[in-house]
């Protein structure tokens, strides 16, 4: 199995998210790694960026899906996340990490999956 892989790390998402309603009425900035598991090896890219995903496309999807409606948990948009990126861009795998910075005295929390094709 290859392990090519993109990271794009600590992407800002602008979201109205949380549980209460007053929360969601806020936008947040969200922080995500996204880590797309690349389906050939990058030595059969032929230096051709057609071959290759666009982290630029990738980083810009994830900021439209972010905003576009309210949700509760961050774990729905990991989720939403990570299946975007499988249907839309062709990762074999994609692992997303997404932080919120919402407890007193805690940096952040953060959700964590792995999916596959």
Known sequence: ????EIRIIGVD???????????????????ADVIL??????E???????STIDYDAVTKRMRKLASERPRKLIETLAAEM???VLTEFGAQ???????KRILPGVDHVAVRLLRSR
């Open 1 to 4: 199995m290859n392990h090519d």
């Open 37 to 42: 598991e690349m389906p050939i090896r990058f």
């Open 13 to 31: 998402l602008a979201v109205h998210i949380g549980v209460p309603e007053e929360e969601r009425a806020t936008l947040q900035t969200l922080q």
């Open 93 to 99: 795998r994609v692992h997303i990490e997404l932080r």
């Open 44 to 50: 059969d890219l032929q230096d051709d960026l057609a």
């Open 82 to 84: 990570a299946q975007c």
